[in-house]
């Protein structure tokens, strides 16, 4: 079986492929360039990122490499992560009573094939008050998180009326999404790992 190989210093994207039992590694190439064009749309910044990132890896026969990049969109703007703590209550405030997408874009690349996707999920905040986004920022310091905030920490809890789509794809990766390709793009079968 191929080596699944995680390119992610994300502890929650290796939580979350831990859980579907597929052994992998975890490596991280330092230094790549996250930038993307200015008239790319914004559906499919995630998707180049990932590309990119995947592109910087020299691939050897026995491995997958896994890369991904998860944007928050509202409306037309992308949050990404927040720079300090003022910054991310200013994210939460514009989140606070309204749905926005969370956008992962995929790429799994092996010496013979590379499969790039993108799963899109809605998420739909309740008005959130000035003393519940201050008390989040204050006590979960959410400024290594695309739009600042952790949907399976206090404020998702609190916070999310609905959610459309993968409650993992918000949280950073789309396991569900993630292991189909693997069993039928890459021929990994959960036989191998049992």
């Not at 008239?39 to 995630?46: F, K, S, Y």
């Not at 969109?73 to 300090?84: F, Q, R, W, Y």
């Not at 926005?100 to 008005?127: M, N």
Request: proline fraction near 4%; glycine fraction near 6%.
């Amino acid at each position: 079986m191929k080596k699944i190989i995680l390119s992610s210093n994300s502890p929650r994207r290796r939580e979350l492929l831990a859980g579907l039992d597929i052994p992998f590694e975890v490596k991280v190439l330092e230094g790549i360039d996250e930038s993307y064009p200015e008239n790319l749309p914004v559906e499919e910044i995630p998707q180049y990122i990932a590309k990119e990132k995947a592109d910087a890896y020299q691939v050897a026969d026995d491995e997958i490499v896994l890369t991904a990049d998860t944007v928050v969109v509202l409306g037309s703007e992308i949050l990404g992560k927040p720079v300090d703590d003022a910054d991310a209550r200013r994210m939460l405030r514009e989140l606070s009573g309204k749905t926005h997408r969370v956008i992962t874009g995929v790429c799994l690349t092996s010496t013979e094939r590379q499969s790039l996707f993108a799963v899109v999920s809605e998420v739909t905040f309740k008005s959130l008050s000035d003393d519940e986004i201050d008390y989040y920022v204050t006590h979960y310091h959410p400024l290594d998180k695309a739009g600042a905030y952790g949907i399976q920490e206090w404020i998702g809890y609190v916070g999310v009326t609905s959610l459309k789509g993968s409650y993992f794809n918000v949280m950073g990766l789309p396991v569900q999404r993630i292991y189909e390709e693997l069993r039928n793009e890459f021929g990994i079968n959960v036989k191998v790992f049992s």
